[in-house]
């Protein structure tokens, strides 16, 4: 097999199961979350909702696209179910994140869905953001 096969026949939807926290445990057991790699537009519009461009420069909402990328990239629990929202009183999954898990479990959340996404560092994708 050559490199041209290997990635014709990469499979980008790969999932993971993961524990963000301690915190969140079901039947004695830490929760496990279920994670996909972001797509590259999933990727290009939460980092695009994020980034306010001005005068000055380029800056990145650093919380806000933590969040955006837990939501794009959790596949269990579903942060977009409307049912949850309701229940909730949110109009969004940003809002309904915000509620339901500490600013920590979402960085957490969120850097191992940029890992499975292809990202070896947050630091990095911030720079990448800033040219």
């Known amino acids: 097999m050559n490199l041209q096969q290997f990635l014709n026949a990469r499979d980008l939807n790969e999932t993971k199961n993961i524990v963000i926290s301690e915190r969140i445990v ?31 420069g380029t800056k990145l909402n650093n919380s806000r696209y933590l969040r955006l990328v837990a939501v794009a ?14 229940e ?13 898990l500490l600013p920590g479990e979402i960085a957490v959340l969120a850097e191992q869905i940029l890992d499975i996404s ?13 040219n």
């Open 88 to 100: 909730l009183g949110c109009r969004t999954s940003e809002e309904y994140i915000k509620k339901v």
């Open 26 to 56: 079901i039947d004695d057991k830490p929760a496990e979350f279920t994670i996909k790699a972001l797509t590259e537009n999933e990727a290009e519009d939460v980092l695009q909702r994020c980034t306010k461009r001005s005068k000055s």
């Open 73 to 86: 990239g959790t596949v269990n629990p579903n942060f977009s179910d409307s049912k949850s929202l309701s």
């Open 118 to 130: 292809g990202y070896s560092d947050l630091e990095n994708l911030k720079e990448q953001a800033k």
